[in-house]
């Protein structure tokens, strides 16, 4: 059996589609969705900057988990899952599902149980909220035993059901289904003209990149690690030479591509340089461009209220206890402080 990472297919691939051309059980309307986000989660991270570009935080609402993974079933001595949980703003500090660390419950929570999924106080409730549907049944046997409760998930007030846990698929349909509810409709991060050179550079860069930091972080195995070290660096290069030539991935108009890679950017000097072991270059030493191109995306109003490094930081050091058994965090290296310098030292030429 390979001990390479290997990611689950999401289950959920319902979409939303606008009226009139909707005749889907998911029409769009105003205030009947839902996102269920960690701030910590780069495939949620997605989904929450395009909501905010696109200016739908009135019409789909959001609810955020507590960056540590916690026993979902405490009392069980059989089912040892953990997984995203639900907290209070306010309440005692939190420990890894080892019984390390001591993570507060900071303002940004939205509340156990969720307020909008009623009785929820862990993502698997919502999963299973679902299942206990009629969902079930087109499920494969082998579908449910890896079934993983992930975030993002798209929620349907109307239904009580999840739309989709597919990030990739989530953003598309806030960009282009709710644009009646949008207070930016002419933001489009999918523009027909680049649609081909969109979807090709996502290819490379979800596959080497995205999951390519998770490959590098979870395999087990020295092979796995060496295999997908090489391939992260090699695109990453690629990356570089790109953004040395064009401001954007696919030339002068920031897309999707671009939220997508800098989901990943972000998070790789403060935790995946350490935590992933892909430690051959960092952003702000070996990359100007990739660092020029995070500057560029960080600074723009809409994206830096959607950045959240402390529970990025925090989710990461203390979730998985094979990887970090005692939760600790470390300290540096501040790379939004290197973004904000590397802001004013531009300007000031
Ligand atoms: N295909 C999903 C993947 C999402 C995903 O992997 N989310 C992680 C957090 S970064 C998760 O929720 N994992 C739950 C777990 O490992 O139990 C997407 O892109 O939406």
């Not at 005749?23 to 910590?40: C, F, I, M, N």
């Not at 696919?250 to 939220?259: K, R, V």
Request: with cysteine; aromatic share 12%.
């Amino acid at each position: 059996m390979t001990k390479a990472f290997v990611r689950h297919e999401p289950l959920f691939r319902n979409w939303v589609k606008k009226l009139p051309d909707s005749l889907s059980a998911y029409p769009a309307e105003d205030k009947r969705y839902h996102l269920v986000v960690s701030l910590a989660c780069p495939w949620a991270h997605r989904c929450l900057m395009t909501r905010s570009l696109k200016g739908l935080e009135d019409c789909i609402s959001v609810s955020i988990v507590h960056p540590v993974f916690a026993r979902t079933k405490p009392t069980s001595s059989t089912d040892l899952h953990a997984g995203w949980q639900f907290e209070t703003p306010g309440n005692p500090p939190v420990a890894n599902s080892a019984g390390f660390g001591s993570i507060d419950c900071d303002d940004v929570l939205t509340g156990k149980p969720d307020p909008v999924i009623s009785g929820a106080i862990y993502v698997r409730d919502i999963y299973e909220r679902h299942m206990e549907r009629d969902d079930h049944e087109r499920f494969t046997e082998e579908q449910l035993a890896t079934l993983k409760y992930s975030v993002p998930i798209l929620w349907c007030k109307k239904t009580q059901k999840i739309v989709s846990n597919e990030s990739s698929e989530i953003i598309r349909m806030l960009n282009d289904e709710f644009n009646d509810f949008s207070k930016c409709p002419q933001v489009d991060l999918f523009p027909p003209h680049l649609l081909n050179q969109i979807e090709s550079v996502n290819s490379w860069v979800f596959t080497d990149i995205n999951n390519g930091v998770y490959k590098c972080g979870f395999g087990k195995d020295q092979h796995s690690y060496d295999e997908a070290i090489e391939t992260l660096f090699s695109s990453l290069d690629r990356a570089e030479n790109i953004l040395s030539k064009s401001k954007f991935l696919c030339g002068d108009t920031m897309t999707a591509a671009d939220i997508r890679l800098f989901a990943t950017l972000i998070r790789f000097d403060e935790v995946y340089v350490v935590y992933f072991k892909t430690n051959c270059k960092m952003i702000r030493s070996d990359y100007p461009n990739l660092l020029r191109f995070c500057s560029d995306i960080y600074h723009i109003p809409e994206i830096k209220k959607t950045v959240n490094m402390k529970h990025i930081k925090q989710h990461y050091y203390t979730s998985h206890p094979t990887l970090n058994y005692y939760a600790i965090i470390p300290k540096g290296p501040d790379f939004l402080k290197t973004l904000d310098e590397f802001k004013a030292n531009r300007q000031s030429f």
